[in-house]
């Protein structure tokens, strides 16, 4: 694997710790951190500045749909890997 995929999967992973951190000391909820992560992901659904192939979109998009979905899972109480979140993510896509 690629060593950027790597440290792109540590941080990914690493911010699912930090919203989880963030919702258990009451600062955001789950719904708030979810609207945030909505709104990214409108700016660069929008983003027309930018002529980006559906492909380089959908990898712009992915560290995005990981989070949402760990944001369900921590929900549910699950704790799904990364490669679980990443085959989600390849089924939503």
Do not use: W
């Amino acid at each position: 694997m690629n060593t950027a995929n790597l440290q792109l999967k540590g941080l990914i992973m690493a911010m699912t710790s930090i919203c989880d951190a963030i919702v258990d000391k009451e600062v955001l909820t789950r719904g708030e951190i979810n609207a945030a992560l909505s709104k990214a992901q409108r700016a660069i659904e929008e983003d027309d500045d930018h002529e980006l192939s559906g492909a380089n979109r959908a990898a712009i998009l992915f560290p995005i749909r990981v989070l949402q979905l760990a944001g369900e899972a921590a929900g549910k109480g699950e704790q799904p890997t990364f490669s679980d979140y990443a085959k989600l993510v390849g089924k939503l896509s």
